[in-house]
């Protein structure tokens, strides 16, 4: 019975933070959750009053967990959140202010972060997040095909890669195609809604889909359908995106920097030279994509905020910024450290450091995820000629319009 009870008492003890010691309670996801414990032990030597326990979550969970631990009063102290969930949490009253925080810590200077992504993360004038990575998307193409259709260079507007696509599709013949713009993703209509000044979501919480700018991208969008210049297929209707893209089925892709390293691994080695990327072209000169990636945040309801703080300062050093990427091939939200060599000699990853000098957040709306896919279901049947560009945008509009029905109320009763 002795020997029992020694057990159980280490046994416990083993389940504890030493005497004196902050147990910080982190969760993340993915990818970034299972390399973030290589990054911990640093900070633990440099902070050896703090035990860091993470809590790696898979992304198709971790939004309902996030609710759930709110609703039951169970949050962790600090944790990676989408860029697009900040406003949701945020007007949950869940999120921590972060002004202060940031302005007592010089070595996180705001001038050294891409604004578009910084301003992804303040919600009626208030920050809640530090940008951890970023993400966003633009023309990854084959510059072979546009060379033997007589380019030199991407696109720089509209109307010169509508020219690229019409000659490559001469080029190419009725079984392939300019681009591919798969209908099972709402990112490529939403990133040519971006390009436009006119919110596809007004102040009011209204759909704003009938602007002329969104008509003018949805016009766009649906043209390239409607001359055969982009298949009426999803992406799960081919074999996979990266032997099509070898096979020149298509010529232009739509998408992010994750995958970067599946070009290189899955293409053969003497076709590298045929591929690159480039930053997205908009109506009348360089264009705008959209601000993603993940952010850290701190939770209201911690009792540890000083000691999070002291991780969300360590993780955003450009120093642990550079090893985090060489972990995940994340993009680094911090103009500085893309000065290093890992990425200013990366010539795929050069076109997205551009970009982040031109990318916009979408409405900050908790909603704005369910609305997206109400733009692939009308973008997918208005590219099916189901509906027309007309019929398409004022189906958005009222879609949209019944998502943001609540918010309306609460707005004009001065809630969040």
Known sequence: ?????????????????????????VWAMGREGEVIGELIPQFERENPG??????QLPFTAAHEKLLTGFVGDAMPDMAQLGNSWVPEFAALGALEPLDARVAA??????????????ESNVIDGTLYGVPWYVDT?????RRDILKQAGFDHPPRDWGEWRRQMVAIKQLVGPSKYAVFLPLNEYEPLEILGLQSSDPMVTDGAKGNFRSPGFRRALDFYLGLRRDRLA?????????????E????FFSFYITGPWQIGEFKRRLPANRQSEWMTAPMPGPDGPGMSNAGGSS?????????????????????????????????????????????PALANDPYARAFGEQLTRVRATP???????????????????????????QAAAALDKRADEILAKRRWMLSRGRR
């Open 137 to 141: 998307r633009l023309l990854f193409y």
């Open 1 to 25: 019975m002795r020997l029992l009870a020694v057990f159980l008492i280490l046994l416990l003890g083993s389940c504890t933070a030493a005497p004196g010691k902050t147990v910080l309670d």
């Open 50 to 55: 703090v035990t860091v326990r993470v809590q």
């Open 105 to 118: 810590t010089p070595a996180m200077p705001k001038a050294d972060y891409f604004p578009g992504i910084w």
């Open 231 to 243: 298949p009426v297929v999803a992406n799960t209707e081919i074999a996979n995106v990266w032997d």
């Open 364 to 390: 900050k709306v908790p909603e704005w995820e369910r609305i997206g896919d109400v733009i692939k279901a009308v973008g997918e049947q208005a590219a099916r000629g189901q509906i027309n560009a007309g």
């Open 245 to 248: 893209f070898d096979r020149g």
């Open 296 to 340: 850290l945040v701190l939770f209201k309801s911690s009792t540890h905020k000083d000691a999070a703080w002291k991780l969300v300062a360590y993780f955003s050093r450009p120093d642990v910024q550079v090893k985090f990427h060489a972990l995940t091939g994340d993009l680094p939200p911090r103009r500085s450290v893309w000065a290093t």
